[in-house]
Structures are given as structure tokens and as C-alpha cells.
């Protein structure tokens, strides 16, 4: 069973920047990986992906704002979030592909 655990949420002001890490118990190298966010009252949504190409997808509402890296070699995720926003209030969850695995969840919250 494959273990993932989130790290680097908190409390930012708008504008401000916070990056997310996903560490996972064994190799991600052949695996896709993403994010997903969930804000309070609100279903689960995408927010990035990236494949073990390192190719990237984002959600509209985060293009141009968030970047999704990779550290194969530290079997870790990374979700670089800038500008950020009220709306972007939410836990943040990462998940790994195939197997379907998620972590527990960062809480991000964005005020004043």
C-alpha cells in the first residue's frame, strides 16, 4: 500500500504564494500524480496533473497560477501556488495513479 502525505499548506494573504509538497513510500516514477482540492460546502475538484513524462494539465481556475513539478528521485510531488486568491481556499489532496492512491489532505487557506 502506497503512502502519500501532504506537506506546506497554511494561512497566506491574497496575493502571497504557498508550495505544496507529496512525499510518496515508494517510487513515483511510472506512476501519473495530482492534485485535487476540495473547499468547504463544495464537491472535489481537479486542479493539476502531471504524468510520468512530466507532462502537465491544469484547471482554468489555477492556469498560469499554479505550476505542478515532480522529483523522481525524491519520490516527490510539488504544487507551486502564486497569486493566490479567496477561492482557492480548500484542503489540497494529492493522488497517484494507477492504484488510486490519496493523501490526507492540506489545509490551505487564503485571507486577510
Known amino acids: 500500500q502506497v503512502q502519500l502525505v501532504e506537506s506546506g499548506g497554511g494561512l497566506v494573504q491574497p496575493g502571497g504564494s504557498l508550495r505544496l509538497s507529496c512525499a510518496a513510500s515508494e517510487t513515483i516514477i511510472t506512476s501519473g500524480m495530482g492534485w485535487y482540492r476540495q473547499a468547504p460546502g463544495k464537491q472535489r475538484e481537479w486542479v493539476a496533473s502531471?504524468?510520468?513524462?512530466?507532462?502537465?494539465n491544469y484547471a482554468d481556475s489555477v492556469k498560469g497560477r499554479f505550476i505542478i513539478s515532480r522529483d523522481n528521485a525524491k519520490d516527490t510531488m510539488y504544487l507551486q501556488m502564486n497569486s493566490l486568491k479567496p477561492d482557492d481556499t480548500a484542503v489540497y489532496y494529492c493522488?497517484?495513479?494507477?492504484?488510486?492512491?490519496w493523501g490526507q489532505g492540506t489545509q490551505v487557506t487564503v485571507s486577510s
Open positions: 493522488y497517484m495513479s494507477p492504484g488510486n492512491y
Open positions: 502531471i504524468n510520468r513524462g512530466g507532462s502537465t
